[in-house]
Every structure is written in structure tokens, then in C-alpha cells.
């Protein structure tokens, strides 16, 4: 099929779409950090699926693995151990920090906070569970309550046990505070929703280090230290969703919460612990996981080939010290940002974020503190990326935020690359 049949068939046969770009690209194969569509035209690939294409398209190391394991065996379920997901779980409770030693696998982000919920609410006999405004879970029920998006909700929330607390989007204060002086009003207030909107007692607070779909929000670094202590003093436990920041996204760190000082009680993850493969664990205490005594199986969770991939990426990630890799490439793209942000001072209202997970939040008019959100410019800005054959992502609530986010191996050139061609679209943006 050429890519307008592509196109065509996939309107007629598909439901509940989500497309980038006005006429969206088909994408066929991908090599690294370089991906081509259909008709042979190459990019540049700043989004990673969405921070899924950990270690590049394609990936020797993890196709190799792959292949093997799908000789040896392909799928079994939980009911039968396995040698890839005993592997994978040695090896990623061997890097989680803190106490956290039992995993649980399943085949979605969605699925680990679902599981997360049901162990924080088991092991705490407490039901009410705090979640973020701005933040994202998921699309089953219970994930769609957490998440905090009017746009990701079909429906009426269906399950009261979730409380939204404000976000630490510092940009846009819920407060209309600015940090330091606000002495992170936003986590303090936490002691005000339990009292107010709770019976007093919670399950646990489920939150992202950096918020994803939300666009990138970075909270103060003492954020969940308060957040947390509050949360474990009325009962609770403190989880942390890693389902993006997770695997050294944030860089010099495996986990996005290290960066904050904290250490969860439970945590979750996904996306990129597989380079695309459907994988998604939740990794507890001792203590959490003996608290659960109902019968339960997962018939995609802990798939062998996917466990594979999983410790492919691992392996990759140690060896060539991705970790580093992500931290240095990630200074240079904030430079890099900030440089437009300086040339762009009336678009570009803030730059955040932390390693290869940066944004740009676009605004009407910064430079007359008008920080009405511009979805449109971002919708502009996606064309011209497309047309200099660059890749990037949006988000945010309005949608009015860039998300950047790199494979965790970008080089150094590919890196600038990418900088000058997102530098060239929003000259040629304003330009218009």
C-alpha cells in the first residue's frame, strides 16, 4: 500500500484516533535515531514513540535478543516461570532504589498503575488514593480517574476514592506563588486535601517525578520529600510512576525519583524499559507484596520476549553508559533550548525539564507576561518540523507544550542536528 491508502484505511478502520499533523505521517522503518516513512522522505526522530525508543530503532542488541527468544519461546503467562522474566526481575530489583525487591509484570504503563493502586489500597486497608492534576495514567477506568486531563476523559470520573491534588507547576502556579518563597505551598497543601477531602487516612499518592502528558512539569527539587512524609503520616505510601522518566531518562540516574531524593514505597514502569516492546512492572516491598493474598495472573505480563528485550536494554544502557550519555546530551539540548528561548522570547514562555525529557511551554506573549497558552503555534511548529524532517511531540493541558525527548544514545551531532532544524522551524514559524 502507498501511504494515502495507509492513510485512507486507517480513517475507516480505526476508532478513537489521535493523529500528529495535518496529513499524518505513515512511518515504515526506523534505524537509530532515524526513522522513514512510506515514501522514502527520513527523520530525525526527538520523540521516541514517546519516550519508548529508549536505546534507537532497531536496536542490534534488542532485535537480536528478540529473534532469539521468539525461536526459543514466545509466550507462556504468569502461570509458568520463565528464564527472561526471572532475569529481567533480578536485574531491575538490583537497580530500584530503596527497599523495593518484588515485581510484578504486566504488558502496559496503565496496567503497573492499576496494579500499584491495588497494592497501595491492600497493604494500607485505606481506599482514598491522592493523585496530581495535569498528570496521566492511562486509559482504563481506574487510570483515567487518576489522570487529571478533561480531554482523556470519555466519561464522568467513576471512582471517587481519587483526590486531585495541585500540581508543582512552578510555570503556572496553581497559588500564583513563585519558588523559593512560596516554601512549596503546593506540597504542603496535601495536609488540607486529606483533611478536606478525605476520610483522613489514604491508600498512598501516585505521582510522576516529571509529569509526561501533562508537558513535562518539573517540580521543585524538595517536592516529594514533603509530599511523601505528609502522604506516609496519614497512612499511606508514596508511589512513584516512572512509566516515562524511568530507565535514565532524566539523566545521570536510572529513576526520575533519585533525582528528588526520595525513595518509594512502590513504583511503576514502562515505555521504554523494552525499547517498544509491551512491557510494564510494578516493583514494591517486602512488607506491600505479602500483603496481597487474592489469586491473580497476568496472560501478557512478564511475556518472554518482551523480558528479553527488557534485559537487552539494560545491558545496553550499562555498557555504553547511557546514564552519562543522557546527562551530557541533556545539558547541551537545554542550551540549546534556552538559546531559542532567548530568539524567541515572545513565544517560548518557559523551558523545562530534566536530561532528554525537555520542553517548551508556547504562550501569546511572554514578554507582556501574557502566558495564555498558543496551541496553535505548536500546531505550526509541527509542520515546519515535519517539512525539515525533524520529529517531535506536544502535550501539556492545552496542548501548548513542545515535549523533546530523545533517544538515550543521541550523539553529539545528532543532538545539534536536532537543536538547528527545531531552530530553523520556528524561524520559518514566524516568518508566516
Not at 175 to 186: N, Q
Not at 238 to 254: C, L, N, P, S, Y
Request: hydrophobic letters at 40%.
Amino acid at each position: 500500500m502507498d501511504s494515502q491508502t495507509v492513510r485512507r484505511k486507517h480513517n475507516e478502520l480505526t476508532f478513537a484516533k489521535a493523529n500528529y499533523y495535518e496529513e499524518p505521517i505513515v512511518l515504515a522503518e526506523g534505524k537509530g535515531a532515524r526513522i522513514r516513512d512510506l515514501d522514502g522522505r527520513e527523520y530525525l526522530d526527538f520523540f521516541g514513540g514517546i519516550l519508548t525508543v529508549s536505546v534507537g530503532h532497531a536496536n542490534e542488541r534488542v532485535t537480536e535478543a528478540v529473534v532469539a527468544q521468539a525461536r526459543r519461546l514466545s509466550h507462556v503467562s504468569t502461570l509458568y516461570p520463565t528464564v527472561p522474566l526471572v532475569e529481567l526481575a533480578e536485574a531491575l530489583i538490583a537497580l530500584a532504589p530503596g527497599k523495593l525487591k518484588r515485581v510484578f509484570f504486566t504488558s502496559s504503563g496503565t496496567e503497573a498503575d492499576e496494579t500499584a493502586v491495588t497494592m497501595a489500597q491492600v497493604a494500607t486497608g485505606n481506599m482514598e488514593l491522592i493523585a496530581l492534576r495535569h498528570g496521566y495514567s492511562g486509559r482504563s477506568t481506574l487510570a483515567q480517574a487518576l489522570t487529571a486531563h478533561s480531554k482523556y476523559r470519555p466519561l464522568p470520573t467513576q471512582i471517587a476514592s481519587i483526590k486531585h491534588a495541585p500540581a508543582p507547576y512552578c510555570y503556572r502556579c496553581p497559588f500564583k506563588l513563585e519558588h523559593p518563597s512560596c516554601g512549596v505551598a503546593c506540597a504542603k497543601d496535601l495536609n488540607e486535601l486529606i483533611a478536606t477531602q478525605t476520610t483522613g487516612r489514604v491508600a498512598g499518592m501516585l505521582a510522576e517525578p516529571i509529569q509526561g502528558v501533562g508537558g513535562f512539569v518539573t517540580p521543585p527539587k524538595e517536592y516529594f520529600q514533603i509530599a511523601a512524609e505528609i502522604v506516609r503520616k496519614h497512612g499511606g505510601v508514596f508511589i512513584a510512576d516512572e512509566v516515562q522518566t524511568g530507565f535514565g531518562r532524566t539523566g545521570g540516574k536510572m529513576w526520575g525519583i533519585e533525582q528528588f531524593g526520595v525513595e518509594p514505597d512502590i513504583m511503576t514502569m514502562a515505555k521504554g524499559i523494552a525499547n517498544g516492546y509491551p512491557l510494564g512492572a510494578t516493583i514494591v516491598t517486602n512488607e506491600i507484596a505479602g500483603a496481597f493474598k487474592a489469586a491473580t495472573i497476568s496472560t501478557f505480563g512478564g511475556n518472554p520476549v518482551a523480558c528479553a528485550a527488557g534485559k537487552a536494554v539494560l545491558d545496553e544502557i550499562r555498557e555504553h553508559d547511557l546514564l552519562r550519555n543522557a546527562s551530557e546530551r541533556g545539558a547541551e539540548l537545554r542550551a540549546g533550548l534556552e538559546a531559542l528561548q532567548r530568539k524567541h522570547p515572545q513565544t517560548i514562555g518557559d523551558v523545562r525539564g530534566m536530561g532528554l525529557m525537555q520542553a517548551l511551554e508556547l504562550v501569546k506573549d511572554e514578554t507582556t507576561r501574557d502566558r495564555t497558552p498558543n496551541p496553535a503555534a505548536v500546531s505550526r511548529l509541527f509542520e515546519e518540523t515535519k517539512a525539515r524532517g525533524l520529529l517531535i511531540g506536544r502535550g501539556g493541558l492545552h496542548g501548548n507544550v513542545v515535549r523533546i525527548s530523545p533517544m538515550l544514545n543521541v550523539t553529539k551531532d545528532e543532538l545539534a542536528e536536532g537543536v538547528r532544524l527545531l531552530g530553523e522551524a520556528f524561524a520559518g514559524m514566524e516568518a508566516k
